[in-house]
């Protein structure tokens, strides 16, 4: 029997006092507030009180340290999965937000032509396929019980919208995708389908400095 439900949970805040866009560079790990998030999302699947069988997570280090409170409490050793990881972006190491932002610069302006695939980076559709894919495999990893998959925000927005069969161009302003939440999803038939969103870290949001890409 294969798993009956699959966790996708996203990193917490990371350590990022320039406020840039940290995509798939080393040395970005959680801050303490991060790390607190990171064991609230844990604590969450813990009280859920059901079976987890396996754990999956980004190479990165944000996820790996994010995965850690989770592998503890269940006795896991997590798997490294590239297909988990955050999507390449040609921004990466730049400033977003500000006066000196990376958008004012007339020299970046060609990286965003095609805000529908987006020009700037992976393309949405590559994004998602990816993430399905594990998920897939990660179905079928196990004899029942869940699996959580410790990614980041935009592969898990990628998965809720092709689940939901709408658009995989957006508004990053407007992900439903918070610091160290929970995706979890169910397999209906021959589909996976959205079961549930939690929040856990809902209560420390308000201190975070850096939630991401936006």
């Known amino acids: 029997m294969p798993a ?3 966790h996708l949970v996203r990193h917490g805040e990371v350590f990022n006092p320039q406020g840039v ?5 080393s040395g970005f790990g959680l801050s ?3 790390r607190a998030m ?4 844990a604590d969450d699947l813990v ?4 079976p987890v069988g396996a754990l999956v997570s980004s190479p990165l280090q944000r996820t790996q340290q994010s995965a850690e409170p989770i592998a503890a409490a269940f006795g896991l050793e997590p798997v490294l999965d590239e297909r988990v990881i955050e999507p390449e972006n040609r921004f990466e190491g730049k400033r977003m937000r500000g ?3 990376a958008l004012r610069d007339p020299r970046n302006w060609a990286l965003l032509v095609n805000p529908w695939e ?5 393309p949405f559709r590559s994004i998602a396929d990816r993430m399905l894919a594990v998920i897939g495999d990660a179905w079928q990893s196990v004899d029942g019980g869940d699996v959580v998959i410790v990614s980041h925000q935009l592969p898990i927005w990628m998965v809720h919208r092709r689940l939901a069969g709408i658009s995989l161009a957006h508004d990053p302003r407007r992900r439903r995708c ?3 939440s929970i995706t979890t999803l169910e397999r209906r038939g021959e589909r996976f389908v959205e079961v549930g969103y939690t929040d856990p870290a809902a209560g420390l949001a308000a201190q975070a400095t850096d939630v991401g890409a936006v």
């Open 4 to 6: 009956d439900q699959i």
């Open 21 to 25: 866009l940290y995509g798939r560079l």
């Open 32 to 34: 303490d507030l991060g």
């Open 38 to 41: 990171a064991q609230a999302a």
């Open 47 to 50: 009280a859920r009180d059901r």
């Open 99 to 101: 006066p000196d932002g």
């Open 118 to 122: 987006p020009s700037w980076g992976e």
């Open 178 to 180: 918070a610091l160290s």
